[in-house]
Every structure is written in structure tokens, then in C-alpha cells.
């Protein structure tokens, strides 16, 4: 029995440090892209263009050289803007996930987890100011805190129907099991 108890014990652990754990790994990631100078923040940002409009615009193969670079260069602030919204979409969905593990209201880990997310994205902004060519801007501040209150949304209604669909599961099978009696 107390090897159970162990056990079952090691896996509450794991599962209270797990949405921590990527939290924090996320938000290195974040730094390590925010690290980049102005040329490799480029250069990632037009290849992704690049890749994006070679697989899915069947005719942008077929244009010269110089037009897909003028096609690139024009799609590169939508890129980023775009990556902007999704990194911190993501690192909403991860810290309302830290956050609903503690013993709070569903408001105060809303609240919570948007506050360290728009707070992460000013530190991010201010940490892009001492890297050569790069710049702090308060749009992407914005654009950052919009993403993370997406991803706290999404997070809060995916456990949301998630719980219904448990709750939904227990009562068949309650009801499954009244009726053999």
C-alpha cells in the first residue's frame, strides 16, 4: 500500500510542476528569439515568409527571384506581428494553466495569469532595447498582452468544456449504472 501512496504521490507532484516546467521554458524561448540582433530576427522572420508562401501560394514559385523577395520583404512585418500574437497566445494558455492549479477563483487566475503575461511582454519589449538593432515598441506590448488574453480565453473554455464533458461522462454512467439495479 505505501508504494501506491508513493507513486500516486510522485504523480500529484509532476502533475502540480508540469505547467510550471513549460511555462518557464516557454518564457525562455521567448528571450532566446528576443535575443536574436537585427539581421538573424530578419532573416528568421523572411524565411518563415518564404516557406509560408512557397507551400501554400501554388504560383508563388513561378515568380522571378525578384518578385518573391519584394513578396517576402512585404510579408515580413505580418510574420511578425503574427508570431508576436501566437507566442504569447500560447504563453497565456501555459500560465492559465500554472494558474488553475492553485486554490484561487476562476477571476483571480484569470487576472493573474494576464497580469504576468503583460508584464512578461513590457520586460521582453525593454530587454529588446539593449539588442543591437532591435527595439522596444509599445504596439508590440499590446500585441502581446491581446495574444496572451487570447490563449487565457481559449485555456479557460477548453477546461470549461472539458468539465462538462466529464461531468456530462459521470452522469451517463451513473444513470447507466441506477438502471442495472
Known sequence: MGALNQKSNRKGIFRRLLPGVLTLLWMGLIFAFSSQNAEQSSHLSGQTAFHTAFWFWPGFSELSAEEQAVWVENAQFLVRKTAHFLVYAV????LYWSASIQKQGRRRKVVRAWV???VYAISDEIH???VPG??????DVLLDSTGTAAGILLAFFAGFLWKKAADYTAARQNAKGKSQF
Open 91 to 94: 504563453l497565456g494558455v501555459l
Open 116 to 118: 504576468v503575461g503583460t
Open 128 to 130: 529588446q532595447l539593449l
Open 134 to 139: 532591435r527595439s522596444g515598441q509599445l504596439q
